[in-house]
């Protein structure tokens, strides 16, 4: 696999790299676990004919992971004051998304009910 990716999903199949897994630190069974809920994502999106921006495909993806509970230990937490988008680490979007869309639901729970 190219760079030091863990996993790559090609159409429905999620293949890991035995060396990142080999190399890896930390809990095995979390880590697995949280590239499976974003390679997961990654079965189920639409590239949009693929032009849809790997920035945001991969930022949706890493939004899942970190949702699902089991965020990569090596992501630094977002800067909201910092730069929109500085690789997977600081893009903090799909979590302002998140925080959104939360809210967005809280809101129409209280005025209609759940």
Request: glycine residues 10%; hydrophobic residues 40%.
């Amino acid at each position: 696999m190219e760079g030091n990716a863990v996993a790559v999903t090609l159409g429905n199949k999620i293949n890991f790299s035995a060396d990142s897994i080999a190399v890896s630190k930390g809990d095995l069974k979390d880590m697995v676990t949280g590239v499976l809920y974003h390679e997961m994502a990654h079965v189920w999106q639409w590239f949009g004919n693929q032009q849809t921006p790997s920035g945001l495909i991969e930022g949706i993806a890493d939004f899942v992971r970190l949702k699902s509970g089991y965020p990569d230990p090596n992501w630094v937490k977002p800067d909201l004051n910092g730069k929109m988008r500085n690789g997977y680490s600081n893009d903090f979007f799909m979590e302002l998304l998140g925080k959104t869309v939360d809210q967005l639901w809280a809101d129409y729970k209280a005025k209609y009910g759940s």
